[in-house]
C-alpha cells in the first residue's frame, strides 16, 4: 500500500461529527455500542480484514465491516493509538478493534486478531454484493466488459460509453455536496493530480477520467459544471457525468457502489476502475486508499500496448 499520511487522516475527522459516509446525521448507533466519555465522543466495535501496516505501524489499512447507521463496509486508512498492538498482525489477518471518533479527530484502539471465520474475507465486497440493486443486475468482476451505458456530461450533452473505445478509462463515484474532505473531494483532487500526470508524461491523449455523480437529482450538468471548473480546464479529458434516475442506479450496481438515502444526504462507499481500452475492467480500487500515481502506474502498460498496436 502506498505511503498514507497522518495529516489525510485528521483532514478526515473534521467531519466526522456529521455521518461518515457523507450524512448529515447528528447522532449515531451500533449494534454494539460502548459506554462514550463525553457527548462528543462516538465509539464503536468493528471488525474487519488487516491490509496493511506503515512500516512504523501508526496508520493501519483496514477492510473493515459496515458500522450500522456510521459508515459503510469499505477499505480505509486508521491510525493506530498504540503502534505496540500491530506487532504479531500480519496483512491478512481478522481483526476487531475500537474504532473512535471526536468532534476533531479519529483513531482505532484495542487491536487484537479474531477467529478467522468469524470475518469474511472481504468484507466491503460482501456489502457492495448485498447493496447491488437486490440482485436485479450483475456486478462486474475483472475481466468482463463494461456494457455500453449512457449518460449526460457537464454541457448536457449526452454521450454513451462506447465514445470512449480505443482509450484507458479510468472512472470514479462522487457527488457534488459530500461533505466529507477524504471521500469525494479527495477522489477528485486525486483525479486531478492523475490528469496532471498524464499530461505531463504525453500519456493523456490516451486516457480519459470519469467522475459519475450518484446525487442525479441534484448534480444537474450545470452543477457538475461549476464542480469540474474548480479541478480543471479540460473537461474533454476529464468528463464529469449525470444521468436519470434509473442510469445511474444501474451503473452503482454494476460497480458494486453501496449508496444509501440518509437524513437528507448519501451514505456510501468509494470505487474507482480502470477499464482498458477493449472496454474490460483491468482493476478496481475499493475505498480511498489509493493514490493517483498507483493508477498512473496501472495504466503504463496498457497504453504502451496500445500505442504498440497503433503503429503496427
Known amino acids: 500500500m502506498q505511503r498514507i499520511y497522518r495529516t489525510s487522516v485528521i483532514a478526515a475527522s473534521l ?13 449515531v448507533s451500533s449494534d454494539k455500542p460502548v459506554a462514550q466519555a463525553d457527548a462528543d465522543m462516538k465509539v464503536f466495535e468493528v471488525k474487519g480484514r488487516l491490509k496493511s501496516i506503515t512500516a512504523d505501524r501508526q496508520t493501519a489499512v483496514i477492510e473493515h465491516e459496515t458500522i450500522p447507521s456510521y459508515m459503510p463496509a469499505m477499505t480505509m486508512p486508521f491510525t493506530v493509538k498504540n503502534p505496540d498492538e500491530m506487532k504479531a498482525l500480519q496483512p491478512g489477518d481478522a481483526i476487531a478493534f475500537r474504532f473512535v471518533a471526536t468532534e476533531d479527530d479519529f483513531w482505532i484502539e484495542q487491536v487484537r486478531k479474531v477467529s478467522d471465520d ?52 479510468v472512472l470514479t463515484f462522487i457527488f457534488v455536496r459530500c461533505p466529507v474532505p477524504t471521500f469525494c473531494p479527495l477522489m477528485s483532487e486525486n483525479f486531478r493530480k492523475l490528469q496532471e500526470q498524464l499530461n505531463a508524461s504525453g500519456n493523456g491523449s490516451d486516457a480519459r477520467l470519469l467522475s459519475i455523480t450518484i446525487d442525479p437529482e441534484f448534480d444537474t ?14 473537461t474533454s479529458q476529464w468528463v464529469f457525468a449525470t444521468g436519470s434516475a434509473g442510469e445511474i442506479d444501474e451503473l452503482t450496481a454494476r460497480f458494486s457502489v453501496y449508496v444509501e438515502p440518509e437524513a437528507g444526504t448519501i451514505l456510501h ?27 498512473f502506474e496501472a495504466l503504463r502498460p496498457s497504453v504502451k500496448a496500445e500505442r504498440s498496436a497503433q503503429s503496427n
Request: aromatic share 8%.
Open 221 to 234: 450538468p450545470e452543477v457538475l459544471r461549476d464542480y469540474a471548473a474548480r479541478y480543471t480546464q479540460d
Open 269 to 295: 462507499g468509494l470505487v474507482t476502475a480502470h477499464i482498458t481500452p477493449d472496454g474490460r475492467v483491468a482493476q478496481f480500487w475499493r475505498g480511498n486508499g489509493w493514490k493517483p500515481g498507483e493508477i
Open 118 to 169: 468469524s470475518v469474511a474475507r472481504s468484507p466491503a465486497g460482501e456489502q457492495a454484493k448485498k447493496s447491488s440493486a437486490a440482485g436485479r443486475i450483475p456486478a462486474l468482476e475483472i475481466g468482463d466488459v463494461v456494457p455500453n451505458f449512457r449518460l449526460t456530461d457537464q454541457n448536457g450533452e449526452r454521450f454513451q460509453f462506447s465514445d470512449f473505445a480505443g482509450k484507458d478509462v
Open 15 to 27: 467531519s466526522l461529527a456529521l455521518l461518515m459516509g457523507c450524512s448529515s446525521q447528528s447522532t
